[in-house]
């Protein structure tokens, strides 16, 4: 199979294991991966030829830099004392101690090699704790104890990984020349991962200023610069590239505030990329795993040195070696961490135990374990290899399989378990659903919206009426589209029926004016039988939808008012009889206000509840009538200079509510950093499309 082939093929297995767990969403989608990529390699033999240079390059670097540009930049400071603990500490206590229990339970693997598998498997998924530790509600100095680790751990232990591995290949080890190297790659990896990303975010800044806004060209600049930074670092500074990384991405989140703001259009297709690269990187490098997966058995099945059973034994010994000391570490850090008798050792025992069990291994740890060398510098076949990276596949699993199992009875409630590819999708306010202060994503974007008309309403003039309602009709289809979404399907149903009720109501008013009209000899034969027969479609139309019930209810109704719109105007643009197009206009007008009118009686009926019904599905009736008298009333005005100055206006004070707005849900703390940015992105998405826009018809002028 060619690489073009098997790139398609891959990519096509990560589509169908996120369309499986769309529906088992109790299985993490990586699980399913690494089943479909063993399922493809044993039924068509597939095998994939990795080079463990350009793996890190492709893999390794774009992951790590999309980690520390997604860290809080908020938090970096205040968890600087977790990243150092967990993310370092942790990490190197784990490859000393966890590699040389490794050796002694498996004589046949080399203390070197023992240190090697250890530090590969030290890095915990981030996503996958940090998901955890949120949904079980553990202790803030916990909860900073295992986000912390989400930055860093990656680089040390890959670093410590990087050491053991030439250890292994080489034969040869120098405390003091380690030590030397350690020291000159992080710091000058450091040292370079602020300076590149300096220059990118100067080249950024500059092209701002000079106007070239191009979303193409920036979004494939921001995404390029992890394998720059990277290739630069490990190629011509000999240093460590993966810290390199790291840091240009913290710098980077740092500082793109700064030109955000005037970017929102290509920040927002820049974020959306970011997305799509880690949902194919994180779901490629599972399937591989699942490919390598039958290799690594048939190595261990063949291996005469030990046994199938055993190394499936030793894969759970492993497993517990590195959850006993991450279970112990937690323990310690909560003895010291609080004051004496504050908690007991049953509740400090089942935190730590959370927090060792959330320690879900992930990429990170596949993407080093695909790139041991096959063989040593002597020539010799790399030492156990075929056991390693079965070692390492099954504790991958393993990690995954027991949390899901144990996590949720030590918890007591149910938990979803979230990987990095799994979780680029996911809305994140659905974390914080249990914390009554805090609303979500599309709850935090109706009250956004509502401002905004809110701003309109306050904007109305005798001079505007019509911009005002054309723009509170096009953010009310937002709003209703959005409260669909949220609705369950009760209240669906029942906002389904009174628009049914009432789009009848102000119809069937309609109908009786429209009589009355042309019994007074106030209009033609040939206009009341047009209109008369528009009426009466529409009525057809809300009556098919209350026999459907669908939700498509609103689309259906609303297709048709704007079809009775589109065919005025169509009337008004002929002209063939100037006294017929407005005598329709004047129909338009009338039985528009009798609608009004109809339904406002209907609801003071006092055998009418008002109360019962959806006030968003009133409000949006009354202004689609009110829209239609001012477009009947101002004729044609829509190409006029004035109203589209009018409606230039108008959007930018609807913008301006709308930030308000979002600065008070930050204030008052009822939505999430996550969210805050989001809902950023939208309001400066729609503001640069206003000023888009804007320049396009100064431009035609």
């Known amino acids: 199979m060619t690489v073009v082939e ?65 860290f809080p930049k908020d938090e970096l ?27 002694l339970v498996i004589p046949s693997l080399p203390l070197p090699v023992g240190f090697a598998l250890a530090a590969i498997l030290a890095p915990t998924d981030p996503v996958a704790v940090h998901s955890i530790s949120r949904q079980v509600k553990l202790p803030d100095n916990i909860l900073h104890l295992v986000s912390g680790e989400s930055l860093i751990n990656d680089a040390s232990g890959l670093i410590g990984f990087k050491y053991a591995l030439a250890v292994a290949v080489t034969g040869y080890f120098s405390f003091s020349q380690a030590l030397g190297d350690f020291i000159y790659m992080s710091s000058v990896g450091l040292v370079a991962g602020v300076f590149l990303i300096y220059v990118v975010i100067f080249i950024i800044e500059w092209l701002v200023v000079k106007g070239f806004n191009d979303v193409i060209f920036n979004t494939v600049l921001q995404v390029s610069v992890p394998f720059i930074v990277y290739l630069l670092t490990e190629k011509y500074l000999h240093a460590s590239g ?34 799509i690269i880690v949902y194919l990187l994180n779901g490629t490098m599972f399937t591989i795993l699942g ?14 040195r030990i046994s199938t059973f055993n190394a499936i034994f030793l894969v759970f010994v492993v497993w517990f070696i590195l959850l006993a000391i991450r279970v112990i570490w937690t323990y310690c850090y909560q003895l010291f961490g609080h004051e004496k008798g504050e908690n007991s050792f049953r509740s400090r025992f089942k935190i730590a135990m959370l927090s060792g069990l959330s320690g879900v291994r992930g990429a990170i ?50 938990l979803e378990l979230e990987t990095r590819g799994g979780a680029v999708i996911v809305d994140e306010a659905d974390d914080d659903s249990e914390e009554t202060h805090l609303i979500n994503l599309n709850q935090a974007k109706l009250y956004i919206l509502k401002s905004a008309v809110r701003s309109l309403e306050e904007q109305r003039r005798m001079d505007n009426q019509l911009a005002v ?12 589209s959005i409260e669909n979404d949220e609705r369950g399907e ?145 004729g044609d005005v829509l190409g ?3 109203y589209q100055e009018q409606v230039r206006k108008l959007r930018f004070k609807s913008v301006s509510a709308q930030r308000l707005s979002l600065q008070y849900l930050v204030e008052q703390g009822y939505i999430n950093h996550q969210n805050a940015i989001k809902l950023q992105q939208y309001i400066n998405h729609e503001e640069s499309v206003i000023l888009r826009s804007s320049g396009l018809s100064n431009s035609s002028r």
């Not at 993310?87 to 966890?98: E, K, R």
């Not at 993966?242 to 974020?271: D, W």
């Not at 309602?469 to 209703?480: A, G, N, P, T, W």
């Not at 719109?565 to 004047?586: C, H, I, T």
Request: hydrophobic content about 50%.
């Open 6 to 70: 098997t790139v398609i093929l891959l990519v096509a297995l990560v589509l169908v294991s996120n369309l499986v767990n769309h529906y088992f969403k109790t299985i993490p989608v990586s699980l399913i991966q690494i089943f479909l990529g063993a399922l493809m390699a044993i039924l068509f033999s597939l095998k994939i030829d990795l080079d463990s240079s350009w793996f890190l390059l492709l893999f390794i670097a774009p992951l790590l830099y999309n980690d520390g540009r997604k």
């Open 77 to 103: 400071w205040k968890l600087k004392g977790a990243i150092v603990n967990n993310a370092i500490i942790l990490v190197f206590i784990t490859i000393l101690v966890g590699g040389y229990l490794i050796y």
């Open 242 to 275: 993966v810290i390199a990384v790291v840091v240009a991405g913290v710098f980077f989140s740092s500082k793109r505030v700064s030109f955000n703001s005037v970017q929102p259009e290509i920040n927002l297709v820049s974020e959306r990329m970011w997305e």
């Open 291 to 304: 490919v390598e997966l039958p290799v690594a058995t048939m190595g261990t099945i063949k291996n005469e």
């Open 365 to 414: 740890t596949m993407a080093a374990a695909l790139t041991i060398p096959v063989h040593t510098l002597s020539g010799a076949d790399f030492p156990e290899r075929a056991l390693v990276l079965f070692i390492a596949a099954g504790v991958i699993i393993l990690s995954m399989v027991m949390a899901i199992i144990t996590l949720p009875v030590i918890a007591g409630h149910t």
């Open 469 to 480: 309602y054309h723009l509170i009709l096009e953010y009310q289809y937002m709003i209703k």
């Open 490 to 634: 009760a209240e669906a149903l029942a906002a389904t029926t009174d628009e049914i009720k009432l789009r009848k109501v102000a119809i069937e008013g309609q109908l009786r004016e429209l009589q009355r009209l042309f019994r007074t000899n106030q209009i033609h034969k040939k206009s009341f039988l047009k209109s008369k027969k528009n009426l009466l479609s529409q009525m057809k139309n809300v009556d098919h939808a209350a026999r459907i019930r669908q939700n498509w209810l609103f689309p259906t109704v609303g297709q048709s008012m704007r079809k009775t719109m589109r065919a005025v105007s169509l009337w008004n643009g002929v002209r063939q009889d100037e006294n017929y197009g407005v005598e329709m206009r004047f129909i338009e007008r009338t039985l528009a206000k009798s609608a009004i009118k109809a339904l406002s009686e209907y609801l003071k009926k006092p055998s009418v509840n008002e109360k019962s019904f959806n006030r968003e599905v009133i409000y949006h009736l009354i202004i689609g009538y009110r829209n239609i008298i001012e477009k009947q009333k101002s």
């Open 640 to 642: 006029k200079k004035e």
